[in-house]
């Protein structure tokens, strides 16, 4: 198979809307990071997600939408609470888990009894829903538990050959997953920090709870996706230094020096601010921008991880994050990627 390369043109739009009606795969970019569609309701497109991208069957899939109004095409029934996060942050990065309607396959859910719904904001994103008239399934459009795509050409690096299409609506503007809130449990349960902030939803609902252990597992299948514990990582293994911004940059710097020592090639990934203390080290360098600006840092994550992983380096070294606002996202993220993490 060949995977089309399609612009954002309404004619392009209309084709990829077609293939989705086909049960063909279809990428497309979302406000958050790029989604890898398919027709939610027809099992054998929901069946070649998974074979895409190599992901399990435990780990179930998010279901987009147009427009709220469309909630009842995949759920059963709807929280009275839905109405006012529906108004806050729909369109946007936040997924609601909820039950789920009879019409979508099992295989979506990871077989539970609940399914992960949102109504993203891109307008590319909304373009293709409106066009397919089809609820979508589309969970991060790479091979599972790979770095997330913010560029069309990442997902083409992970995916050529595997899908139809891919729409290149250039880098997306938040560059992280959403957030995954549950609706069914009282409070509602933050399962995944995301594009919006615990803050915020906190603000319009009051207190909710924080997930502090796996919902599921490869039995039951996981309540949503993005719980599990090594996840959203590169090819070549990540060193996360955790602790006090001073205490963990300083301990960066000496795990830098003992791996260049022992001959090893490094990369590093580090806000601005920390760039003093390491530029004379012979290292391949990524920035996520200031520290001030955890928007920009999401923005720049993923894509940053990948031109790392580009260049090979044995190790690569980043350090641990501010866990408030969208700091508890990037947090979450590289702790997943990470494949050690040390305490400074």
Not at 59 to 88: F, K, M, N, S
Not at 303 to 324: C, G, H, S
Request: hydrophobic letters at 45%.
């Amino acid at each position: 198979m060949q995977t089309q390369r399609l612009d954002t043109s309404s004619a392009a739009i209309a084709h990829a809307a077609e293939l989705l009606r086909r049960g063909e795969l279809v990428a497309f970019p979302t406000e958050t990071v790029y989604g890898l569609g398919g027709n939610a309701l027809d099992e054998q497109a929901v069946a070649a997600i998974f074979a895409a991208k190599g992901r399990p069957a435990s780990d179930p899939l998010i279901v987009h939408l147009a427009d709220p109004r469309e909630l009842a095409r995949v759920v059963a029934t709807i929280p009275a609470l839905v109405g006012q996060l529906a108004a806050a942050f729909w369109p946007g990065p936040l997924t609601l888990i909820l039950p789920r309607h009879p019409q979508v396959p099992l295989a979506v859910t990871a077989g539970r009894e609940t399914v992960a719904v949102r109504v993203p904001s891109h307008p590319i994103a909304r373009a293709l829903l409106v066009t397919a008239d089809v609820p979508v399934a589309a969970p991060s459009a790479n091979r599972f538990g790979h770095t997330s795509p913010t560029t069309a050409d990442h997902v083409l690096a992970d995916l050529a050959g595997r899908i139809a299409a891919v729409i290149d609506g250039g880098p997306t503007p938040i560059g992280i997953e959403s957030t995954v809130l549950d609706c069914t449990t009282t409070p509602p349960t933050l399962l995944r920090p995301g594009g919006i902030s615990l803050e915020a939803i906190e603000s319009i609902i009051g207190p909710i709870h924080i997930r502090t252990r796996p919902t599921g597992d490869e039995q039951t299948g996981m309540v949503s996706p993005g719980l599990l514990e090594r996840h959203y990582a590169p090819d070549h293994e990540l060193w996360l230094i955790s602790g006090p911004p001073a205490l963990a940059l300083a301990r960066l710097r000496r795990e830098a020096e003992a791996a260049l020592a022992a001959g090893l090639r490094i990369g590093l990934l580090l806000p601005d601010e920390d760039l003093a203390i390491v530029r004379d080290l012979p290292a391949d360098t990524e920035t996520l921008g200031p520290a001030s600006d955890p928007a920009q840092m999401a923005q720049r994550l993923y894509a940053a991880l990948r031109a790392l992983d580009e260049r090979q380096p044995d190790r690569i070294f980043a350090r641990d994050l501010d866990e408030t606002g969208l700091g508890r996202a990037l947090r979450d993220r590289l702790r997943r990627a990470a494949a050690r993490v040390i305490e400074a």
